[in-house]
């Protein structure tokens, strides 16, 4: 089947999913133990698991956890509720058949889960499963739908959040007009000017057209004209009554019960005196139970957001970011106490001593202590901090990464990424001692395939400041023998990247599989490494990654195993970006691929959804600073592009904007260079982690074919 072929057919697809063992670039290796495994494929995809939204009982005997698995028949992603006991014993699943359940929630006594599933003809509502059997039923029944379930102490209540438009806020809307459309098309013809308002609203509210008078008008896959707002609800499980409990054109959002029951905690972005568009700032709020007497907590110069009552209720945690410097700041964790009456006392931050950025959080059982999860050197381990001493120490770490984790009583659970498994669950003691797996989610298809390493490694960049790099030899290495280069780099711009990253578990695999030796680091600008190091890159995302990542290429070829001849570059978004970047600066790779890449910074503030990280990154609009932008866009170097290059983007890619990826197609092909230009259909920017699973199978292969076109050996 040809590379160029067209998205196939249902039944094609059927076909295709059945021969994908047969695509691919696979080397052969003389290893007698090639006869017991086999290599990673492009249709493993279908087989790996994911592990998520972990969540331990109350007594923390028992954790539930989200599974997500791919139909490869419905070409589509079903996720279910699981659940373990911690001593031991084989999990059970809680939910079934084709749905996309999330947000497990238990209810205080443990015998009720709260979960938010669209299974029903009406969009996501809450349900809750009974765990002493029976099925699931259905509480609530909004038109816009429910999320975020969140239990009342004695369980006889549940907070949850839901969306509103400022129609909906002031009880405007109005039941369709029964007048032929015909004569609602003459009345707006002939009739008052407030009956063409109304034909207009009316319009205007389908979407034909999109009438749009909003800053943030675009979402990830299509336009967001009309302004919504996430609102507090409370359903009482005895009267079955449901009431909003906040109001108003603002956002409402991790909203829980105080210990008591009494006062609910949130955080909000509200501001009397400022258009909604130009809030910039969330803070945290307590109010009664019943939503009357809302106070403020405010923490000045910091965004606020996900506070926590502690166990008894006397003091909040909260997460925090600077507000002078939005893009490079880390989060961090502080706790505040509390009176009675709402009034708060001084803060103190639990994990700024680590400088780095903290990732989800708990309180400890006792009230004495945080637990947080935080990327540090390519790792993602699990910290303890005492609050107020400022100690923190590592209570779950090695050359991995925690995806999501939860604390109940004396006992951790979380779901763990690392080279040898893409996703499993463990649990330990609040110590981090006696770990012990608890899930086999791809033990059993993993242990007939061949996984690959990380080797980690320091190096000395240009202007000698320390990076961290990873490689990954390809299946079958042996010494003395030379091998292609694959270079992988991260977007964000100010993500990490290490041997717990999950989202690139199977391409690192698949190339490595097929012959490539495998390079990532993290240039400066990364996280994981401290403030300092991702301010590196303000006002200058290119020369200076750049140099860092051909540093880390230089250092690997000095070891002598890598064929010069046969190096290859890709990365998607901010790494779309230096994709484009390094190939108009540098003509050492035999290929390159480009994917939803950023290539004209200016283009960027008008187009993408992201548009403020350029007054964040570069500290200036587009009409304050046009050389800087220029400078630094990749646009400014297309025409010394020589490298043979593969453009991807998805035609509904809203985040950094489809128009950047034909500007730069264009550009080369007006030129006559060696350019090529995949675009996907349906999908937004997340193509490669959560796109249609055949059209991830396809850019993955289409990936390797290009890169094997140009690197094959010769």
Excluded: C
Excluded at 367 to 377: C, D, K, L, N, Q
Excluded at 679 to 684: F, K, Q, T
Aim: hydrophobic share 35%.
């Amino acid at each position: 089947m040809s590379f160029s072929t067209p998205f196939p057919t249902r039944s094609l697809r059927k076909i295709l999913i059945t021969t994908l063992p047969l695509i691919g670039i696979l080397i052969q290796t003389g290893n007698a133990a090639a006869q017991d495994r086999r290599r990673i494929q492009a249709n493993d995809l279908y087989r790996i698991q994911t592990a998520s939204s972990i969540a331990l009982s109350p007594d923390g005997s028992q954790v539930a956890y989200l599974v997500t698995q791919i139909d490869s028949v419905d070409n589509t992603y079903y996720r279910h509720i699981w659940l373990a006991d911690v001593a031991g014993g084989e999990p059970r699943q809680l939910t079934r058949g084709k749905v996309r359940d999330g947000a497990p929630a238990w209810s205080p006594d443990g015998t009720r889960i709260a979960f938010v599933s669209g299974r029903g003809a009406d969009g996501p509502q809450i349900y809750i499963l009974p765990l002493n059997g029976g099925e699931a039923w259905q509480v609530t029944d909004l038109e816009n739908g429910a999320f975020g379930p969140v239990w009342s102490p004695n369980g006889d209540k549940i907070l949850f959040g839901s969306t509103l438009t400022n129609e909906e806020l002031a009880e405007e809307a109005s039941e369709a007009d029964a007048t032929e459309e015909s004569e609602a098309v003459d009345a707006a013809m002939f009739g008052s000017m407030a009956t063409i308002r109304n034909w207009l609203s009316k319009n205007a509210e389908q979407g034909e057209p999109a009438v749009i008078t909003r800053l943030n008008f675009q979402g990830e896959r299509g336009l967001d004209p009309i302004e919504s707002w996430a609102h507090i609800y409370e359903l009482d499980l005895d009267t079955e009554e449901t009431k909003r409990l906040t109001d108003g054109p603002h956002d409402f959002y991790a909203q829980s019960y105080s210990p008591d029951g009494r006062r609910i905690l949130f955080a909000a972005e509200i501001s009397e005196d400022v258009h909604p568009d130009y809030v910039q700032k969330s803070d945290l709020y307590v109010m009664d139970a019943d939503g009357s007497n809302r106070r403020l907590i405010g923490v000045a110069g910091y965004v606020s957001f996900n506070p926590q009552w502690s166990p008894d209720g006397s003091r909040i945690a909260f997460a925090a970011r600077d507000t002078l410097e939005p893009s490079a700041t880390s989060t961090h964790v502080g706790v505040i106490e509390i009176d009675a009456s709402g009034v708060a006392g001084e803060v103190t931050w639990v994990s700024r001593s680590l400088d780095r950025s903290i990732n989800q959080y708990h309180w400890a059982s006792d009230g004495e202590s945080i637990y947080f999860s935080a990327g540090v050197h390519g790792t993602i381990p699990i910290y303890r901090a005492p609050v107020g001493d400022g100690e923190v120490r590592q209570v779950v770490s090695g050359e991995r990464g925690v995806q999501s984790f939860d604390l109940a009583g004396e006992t951790l659970a979380y779901s763990i990424s690392e080279p040898a498994n893409p996703s499993e669950i463990y649990v330990a003691n609040a110590d981090g001692v006696n770990e012990r797996r608890v899930t086999d989610l791809n033990t059993g298809w993993l242990s007939g395939v061949y996984v690959q390493p990380h080797a980690g490694f320091w190096y000395r960049s240009f202007d000698g400041k320390r990076v961290q790099g990873w490689v990954i030899e390809p299946v079958g290495y042996e010494p003395g023998s030379q091998y292609p280069l694959a270079v992988e780099m991260h977007g964000g711009p100010h993500v990490m990247w290490g041997p717990g990253e999950a989202s690139m578990w199977h391409e690192f695999q698949l190339l490595a599989a097929n012959g490539y030796v495998v390079l990532y680091t993290n240039p400066r600008g990364s996280g994981g490494y401290g403030y300092d190091f991702k301010l590196q890159i303000q006002r200058a995302w290119g020369e200076g990654p750049m140099r860092d990542v051909l540093t880390a290429a230089d250092s690997i070829v000095a070891r002598g195993f890598i064929d010069e001849d046969r190096m290859v570059v890709t990365g998607g978004s901010y790494a779309g970006y230096l994709t484009a970047y390094l190939v108009g600066n540098d003509h050492r790779f035999a290929a390159a691929v480009a994917q939803r890449g950023v290539y004209d910074l200016a283009v960027f503030f008008g187009e993408g959804n992201a548009w403020q990280l350029v007054r964040w990154e570069f500290d200036a609009y587009p009409w304050e600073d046009p050389d800087i932008l220029r400078q630094e866009s990749p646009m400014t170097y297309a025409h010394l592009i020589e490298t043979p290059l593969l453009i991807i983007h998805s035609d509904r890619d809203l985040r950094t904007g489809v128009s950047q990826s034909e500007m730069l197609y264009r550009t080369l092909k007006v030129l006559e260079r060696p350019v090529e230009y995949a675009r996907y259909p349906r999908e937004g920017h997340d193509l490669s982690r959560s796109g249609e699973p055949l059209l991830r199978i396809d850019r993955l292969l289409r990936i390797l074919e290009f890169f094997d076109r140009y690197a094959a050996e010769h």
